[in-house]
């Protein structure tokens, strides 16, 4: 691309007002910046091989393109975080992307959770866990589940649904190494309870219980599901030219409507002369005013987090790191279950995915903590959560 006069950096002196993204294995700098690496590789380099194998046998890698999945979704995530900053500095950016980095960052808290156990002189785990102890995978009828009981609430939610027998009252199995102790029983009853139902309803009725559990579909069951059907997740469109199938819709909203596929791809040279005609001029002028010295995007927005567990926490802290004031919004109570997953007040999980913010333990039970939280609403910008369906609308 340097040879061409289109690296990165001549771009932007170019035209100033590009956002510029270079994604490549190990960046634009740096010792390794001239390796190529697989998804093999990189798995193992940014720390998600740690947990997954036993040494003397062959590695168990992620399926399909996970590191360049990954890598992908902040590309992504930078190039809009740079486009926010051009609305109010005029310039644009080169954005130097490292896959690795980007998957250090952003797996499973393989990379924290192994640092901690490094940093505690302790044997990391080698083992070949099938499903794992945490997310479990049942047979039902005709299918499979996968189950997830962190929280001391939905440990109770199940053993609700089992019956409530005397000898799971014990208050120590509301933690989840409690539990491990009964796992092997647990894991019977639960089997045989599942069994008697298909993977659908199972799912059903311990969403309904406040247990999270997802049937694991097939590929035509996905097309079927009365869940995707109901939130319209795939749309029948032409994929290439002259075949028509369902097709992803894109996977988040802005204002109501799906932000995903538009139009298939298009065959070489088929939109040549549209662009000659000026398809997609720029006609942004080249900002005239000095660049502005470095500053963080987000800087002056404040996000209220109440995140649970992964997705709505990792959110949150892209938003703190990039400069935004997030407080993370908790109660003795009902903490984020991934703080507590280990039976401390403090998981290497949690810490990685709450770093760069600030905490708030509030007692949302009592009048004058939801009047304490309608204030701080009134002066926040964003809010997030990953919490089950309601939670928000009861708070």
Known sequence: MAAL????????????HLVVLSISDFGQTGPYRDWVATDATMCSVSGMQFKAGVQGREPLLTPGAMVYDIAGVMGAFAAMTALYQRERTGYGQTIDLSVL???????DW???N???TDAKLQEAPQTRFGSGP???????KGGFVRLVILSPRQWQAMRAWLGEPEYLQDKKYESFLGRMEIAEA???MIGDLFATMTHEEVAFEAQKRGIVCTPVLAPGEVLENVHFRSRKTFVDAEYARGERGPVPAGFFEIDRERQGFRTRAPEKGEHSARIAAGLWPDVRPKPVHPRPAPSRPFENLRLLD???????????????EYGADVIKIESKTYPDFIRTVMSTPLSGSFASSSRSKRGLGINLKTDEGKRLLHELARHADIVTENGSTGTMDSL
Do not use: H
Request: with cysteine; aromatic share 12%; net charge neutral.
């Open 101 to 107: 980095e980007a998957v250090a960052q952003q797996t």
């Open 134 to 140: 945490m997310y479990r995978i049942f047979p039902c």
């Open 306 to 320: 109440f995140g649970i567990g992964g997705v709505g926490v990792e959110a949150a802290r892209l938003f703190a």
């Open 5 to 16: 006069g289109l690296d990165p950096k001549t771009l932007s002196e170019r035209f100033p």
């Open 114 to 116: 192994g640092s901690m």
């Open 186 to 188: 647990l894991n019977v």
């Open 110 to 112: 393989s990379f924290s």
